[in-house]
């Protein structure tokens, strides 16, 4: 790509050098020098005094370290930032919020792989196909959809959209997840720190004069998995990110415990459908080899931990992290799971990164319409804070906000709260679940799963049902908080062709909960920033958000899947032996729910996971020892 050309840079110099002739002292001595612009600071924050409708618009094409398309150049990411006219006027830089996206230009129409395999674990049928938009910030987005620039570039940031390799403006090619797009985000955070070079579209290259140097990232699902990424570069000037919905390791999202597991809705979906779908750059064709390794490498047959999926886990790369880390996610989220958010807050806590943590009752959303006042209030000060130095008190608040199940919201000084312990409870021959161990006898299912999905298998849990074991307490005397992450560990054989065992912690009890959705309350706008007048989309104001409910007799709260083969290593696979008993050991999902008194908790085993796992045909035999077998629950005091 040319970048600039030799006429163009003498032309400029040409008339610069004929203005230089042909000013007067006179005519130069009357031009007043132009006020330098500052932030306006109150009550330890920035104000809202710079214009949205008068933002500069600039896009850069910024040189990353990597060439991922091999095409012998050095990948590019297309950057476009508004950023306050005064940082071209009057000399203000501003620090910029900046987020990462595969998805500004929309999507393609992909299909997932075969999920109903054969006798030999082979595919036994026709391909699903993909929604052509994922939740979260996905589909031809129009420029600039959002709150950031109505609500954080008054108040003094430049804020900027980055089209991940691959996708919109950017060369590259997309990898879920793989090195090359975290350096291909970490070079937008370079180039507003003088460390990359940068052209504007007409080839000219282009510095961030106006820049601090100081940065945040933010974003939900995709968008938020590549705030994490970056920070574990350690790169300077990613002062902080906001990563909501996202992933900490990729095998986490596509993989569990040696298993292939889609992520919630999305049942066939792997890395390589996902980097073929956000595939938007121009040149439709010089990304096929490296798509085509993403299904060979990402192995489907096994669900093994290899190099391949260790280069998508960030968490190995934690201690790098030096941005201080909002961590933010919905506690009924099944598409990026909760072990995404928990096993990265463990992370912070262990390298002493600066942290927060917002754990919400709906799914795979953006928390800020539900909870609107506060959330702005909080990230601001976080940035502010962090980009800017100001004491503002958000770093002597409470580090963690969970909302409860009947939407009020309890602040705690960590996750999980602090006295939490484990209980365990067995499994006994008898379908009860209590601490006393009843006699280690056998009870077994026949898999159903490939036909039957899970939430028809839990119901009437007293009721006998050969396709599932059901195992429940009595009715609790008081309250009950669930708070981290359950242990399943039984003793068990299997005899047919499906390896999975999964395991569903149940809330049995009538009730209203919530689900994953969230409903628009059209009655109830709120103008949170400034607007753009004639500008679509520009209002500055939204509407606020609700919680989708459900009452129902029952909740799958959480659950956690295992390929028996992998019962001793999840990098490799052992001989499962049809009869022959093992001990088998997994976590399910961390989960802070409440069983209400007078409801009863309930682990049911089944193998085949219909929306999420491989589904193998029908029939295997699962038989589990009863008196030995267990669930470990971390329980949380009544007074946290």
């Excluded at 919630?264 to 390589?272: A, K, N, P, S, V």
């Excluded at 960030?314 to 941005?323: F, M, P, S, V, W």
């Excluded at 004491?391 to 309890?410: C, H, L, M, Y």
């Amino acid at each position: 790509m040319v970048r600039s050309t030799g006429n163009r840079r003498t032309g400029i110099a040409v008339v610069c050098a004929m203005a230089a002739v042909l000013a007067t002292p006179s005519a130069h001595a009357a031009q007043p020098a132009p006020e330098r612009a500052e932030l306006k600071i109150s009550g330890g924050e920035t104000q809202p005094v710079f214009s949205r409708a008068d933002a500069v618009l600039q896009q850069v094409d910024v040189q990353t370290e990597v060439d991922s398309d091999g095409d012998g150049e050095r990948d590019t990411v297309r950057m476009r930032i508004l950023r306050p006219k005064e940082t071209d006027t009057a000399g203000l830089k501003v620090a910029t919020v900046v987020e990462a996206s595969p998805y500004w230009a929309g999507g393609n129409d992909v299909p997932n792989h075969v999920v109903d395999l054969d006798e030999d674990g082979l595919p036994a049928n026709k391909s699903h196909r993909l929604d052509p938009r994922k939740p979260g910030l996905t589909g031809p987005a129009v420029a600039y959809s959002g709150y950031y620039d109505n609500y954080f570039l008054p108040r003094g940031y430049a804020v900027a959209q980055v089209d991940s390799l691959g996708t919109g403006g950017s060369t590259g090619c997309p990898t879920s997840g793989g090195r090359n797009e975290t350096l291909g985000a970490k070079a937008a955070i370079d180039w507003l720190n003088g460390r990359a070079k940068g052209w504007d579209l007409d080839g000219e290259e282009t510095r961030a004069n106006w820049s601090t140097g100081d940065a945040a990232m933010m974003g939900i699902s995709y968008n938020g998995t590549l705030p994490t990424a970056v920070a574990t570069t350690g790169v300077e000037g990613l002062k902080a990110i906001v990563p909501i919905s996202g992933i900490s390791s990729w095998y986490d999202y596509y993989r569990a415990n040696g298993g292939v597991v889609a992520p919630g809705t999305y049942q066939g979906e792997d890395t390589d459908v996902l980097a073929k779908y956000v595939y938007s750059r121009a040149d439709r064709e010089i990304c096929a080899p490296v798509l085509d390794a993403l299904e060979r490498d990402q192995d489907r047959a096994t669900g093994d931990w290899s190099a391949y999926w260790r280069e998508r886990d960030y968490l190995k790369d934690a201690d790098r992290i030096k941005a201080a880390t909002f961590v933010v996610h919905g506690l009924n989220d099944w598409n990026v799971k909760t072990k995404n958010a928990d096993r990265l807050w463990e992370a912070l806590k262990k390298n002493h990164v600066p942290r927060k943590l917002w754990l919400h009752q709906a799914g795979h959303a953006n928390p800020m319409p539900l909870r609107m006042e506060e959330w702005l209030r909080q990230v601001h000060h976080w940035f502010d804070h962090y980009l800017y130095g100001l004491d503002n008190g958000i770093t002597s608040e409470p580090r963690v906000d969970v909302e409860q199940a009947d939407f009020s919201w309890k602040r705690q000084n960590d996750w999980p709260a602090t006295g939490t312990r484990d209980t365990a409870l067995r499994l006994n021959a008898d379908g009860t679940l209590g601490r006393a161990a009843g006699p280690a006898t056998v009870r077994s299912l026949t898999d159903a799963g490939r036909t039957v999905p899970a939430e028809q298998l839990v119901t009437s849990p007293d009721t006998a049902n050969p396709n599932r074991l059901a195992y429940t307490t009595g009715a609790l005397t008081k309250d009950l908080r669930l708070n981290g992450v359950p242990e399943v560990d039984v003793r068990a054989s299997l005899d047919g062709t499906s390896p999975y065992v999964t395991a569903l912690l149940v809330d049995y009890g009538r009730d209203t909960r919530a689900t994953s959705g969230t409903v628009t309350d059209t009655s109830r706008q709120v103008c949170y920033g400034e607007g753009v007048p004639g500008l679509p989309g520009e209002t500055g104001c939204a509407y606020r958000t609700r919680h989708a409910t459900e009452t129902a007799d029952f909740k799958i709260v959480t659950r956690g899947w295992l390929d028996a083969r992998n019962r001793v290593s999840y990098a490799r696979q052992s001989k499962v032996v049809e009869g022959r008993e093992y001990r088998l050991s997994w976590d399910m999902q961390p989960q802070d729910y409440v069983f209400k008194a007078g409801h009863r908790l309930g682990v049911v085993l089944i193998s085949t996971d219909y929306d999420y796992t491989l589904r193998h045909p029908a029939g295997t035999v699962m038989t589990v020892r009863a008196g030995v077998s267990s669930l470990t629950l971390p329980v949380a005091p009544d007074r946290p």
